[in-house]
């Protein structure tokens, strides 16, 4: 069955560096546009960052242009999330899907702490 699993998050401080992992199973990777979302405490989850299939062209919200690079790696099947100048308004559960997404595609998700 489909299977995201993200990894990666953590506690860092404001300024700070993170690197999220996808790694996606149980359908074909190579062939889906994928995104990374979040979902902060109260708050509808929002998209943060999108790349096509072929890695060749990406897109993100404008709160985070400019300090988060999306990647992939189809032959690892994995989406990846660089995540610089981490601000405290990032704090949020962070989870990777097609994009658009899938009901039948949401994991887990992994927490991201921005905090002083």
């Known amino acids: 069955q489909v299977q995201l699993v993200e990894s990666g998050g953590g506690l860092v401080q404001p300024g700070g560096s993170l690197r999220l992992s996808c790694a996606a199973s149980g359908f074909t990777f190579s062939n889906y546009d994928m995104g990374w979302f979040r979902q902060a405490p109260g708050k509808e989850r929002e998209f943060v960052a999108g790349?096509?299939?072929?890695?060749?062209?990406?897109s993100y919200a404008d709160s985070v242009k400019g300090r988060f690079t999306i990647s992939r790696d189809n032959a690892r099947n994995t989406v990846y999330l660089q995540m610089n100048s981490l601000k405290p308004e990032d704090t949020a559960v962070y989870y990777c899907n097609a994009n658009p997404p899938r009901a039948r595609f949401w994991g887990q998700g992994t927490q991201v702490t921005v905090s002083s």
């Open positions: 790349i096509r299939w072929s890695g060749g062209r990406t």
